[in-house]
């Protein structure tokens, strides 16, 4: 059960503790006036705009398994969207798996190569923000916009920022090395020589081989170079949420021209999502309101009207909309939380499900309608 999972708890208590953190520094008046002054006619097309930023996360998804099998964006919207309302609701970003084993039952595919398309899905989400917040800090700081960094200290900044981009780099060129270097997936498989053959050593060489074929996408720049295209599209129609939540909240009107907004939204897109790549807290509640509140207190925004902003445009225009949506698609496709993890614990891929053929003849469990 869920509810008796330690990871469940631990995540539970991290986003507990950014909150209260978030709340230690402002003023609940504030942001009671904050929310009822908000202009709510712009939040139904800013979460429209999410919406279709799935949408074309879907398409990039399917060209990510286009080498192993072509499916219609059709058939992959549902399955993100069921996987979104996963990783909102599970600890430790575990919704991936839960998109990997759904669509290896659903279509009769590979679970551990889906996990592998995932995973450079989410080095190239980490790259995308980078490149938005390179875009947009020196620019920023030119025109003078920051005020001195907020409650955080510009080294701790640049070496948050250090950080970030050594991470996803660096796992972009090790899972380029396992898709194009075999010698470097022959050293991988020998280094898990070192797990007990009673501890399933060949399954995971298995599994290593298997996820590997999920990698067919990064055999060349021309492909790395598709994929940062394709994550555009979704991350600037993501970042249109957070534009237009902005415009209902006012904070468009703190800065000097619809320019400069649109800069501190890209760089606010970057900060607030990264600071929930590391899978700590459910859904990212927590890191994300406090990163983006810091960020636009940093900015010259109030401390509380940040904190009102972020809040509602995580929880209410991101958070609420698509877990909605999953439970919806659950429902109408009689699936099962129990079903969708595996029997009701955290989702674990099983080795069936890993191995299966990835070939283009499997069919369908369902449609949807």
């Known amino acids: 059960m869920l509810l008796t999972n330690w990871r469940f708890w631990l995540a539970l208590v991290v986003s507990a503790l950014f909150m209260l953190l978030l709340l230690y520094q402002v003023d609940l008046g504030e942001i009671r006036s904050a929310l009822l002054e908000a202009n709510y006619l712009y939040v139904a097309p800013a979460i429209a705009l999410y919406f279709v930023a799935v949408y074309f996360r879907s398409v990039r998804w399917r060209y990510l398994l286009?080498?192993?099998r072509t499916f219609p964006v059709s058939r992959l919207y549902p399955v993100i969207v069921i996987g979104y309302m996963a990783n909102n609701l599970l600890p430790a970003r575990l919704g991936e798996l839960v998109r990997s084993y759904y669509l290896a039952r659903r279509e009769n595919f590979n679970a551990s190569?889906?996990?592998a398309t995932i995973a450079v899905?989410?080095?190239?989400?980490?790259?995308?923000?980078?490149?938005?917040?390179a875009v947009s800090t020196p620019i920023l700081f030119m025109l003078g916009q920051f005020d001195g960094?907020?409650?955080i200290s510009r080294t701790a900044w640049i070496l948050v920022g250090g950080l970030m981009v050594v991470l996803f780099l660096g796992a972009l060129v090790f899972l380029?090395?396992?898709?194009v270097i075999p010698r470097f997936l022959d050293f991988v498989q020998w280094c898990t020589n070192v797990i007990p053959a009673r501890w399933g050593r060949n399954q995971v060489q298995s599994l290593v081989l298997t996820f590997v074929e999920g990698l067919k996408v990064l055999s060349s720049p021309r492909q790395h170079l598709a994929l940062f295209v394709f994550s555009l599209p979704v991350w600037l129609l993501e970042s249109s949420t957070y534009y237009l939540v902005g415009y209902a909240f006012g904070i468009d009107q703190l800065?000097?021209?619809?320019?400069?907004?649109?800069?501190?939204?890209?760089?606010?897109?970057?900060?607030?999502n990264l600071a929930t790549s590391v899978p700590t807290a459910i859904g990212g509640?927590?890191?994300?309101?406090?990163?983006?509140?810091q960020t636009l207190l940093a900015l010259g925004v109030g401390?509380?009207?940040g904190a009102a902003y972020a809040g509602f445009v995580h929880l209410i225009a991101l958070w609420l909309p698509v877990n909605l949506a999953g439970l919806v698609l659950v429902w109408k496709q009689n699936l099962s939380i129990k079903e969708l993890t595996g029997g009701g614990e955290i989702p674990e891929p099983s080795l069936e499900q890993i191995n299966q053929p990835s070939g283009r003849t499997g069919q369908s469990m369902e449609d949807v309608s």
């Open 66 to 68: 286009s080498p192993l």
């Open 113 to 115: 190569a889906a996990l």
């Open 121 to 133: 899905e989410r080095v190239y989400d980490g790259v995308t923000l980078l490149a938005f917040a």
């Open 149 to 151: 960094g907020g409650g």
């Open 176 to 179: 380029t090395c396992l898709a």
């Open 255 to 272: 800065f000097s021209s619809v320019w400069v907004f649109l800069l501190v939204v890209l760089l606010l897109t970057a900060t607030s």
């Open 285 to 293: 509640i927590g890191p994300f309101e406090v990163v983006a509140q």
């Open 303 to 305: 401390a509380s009207v």
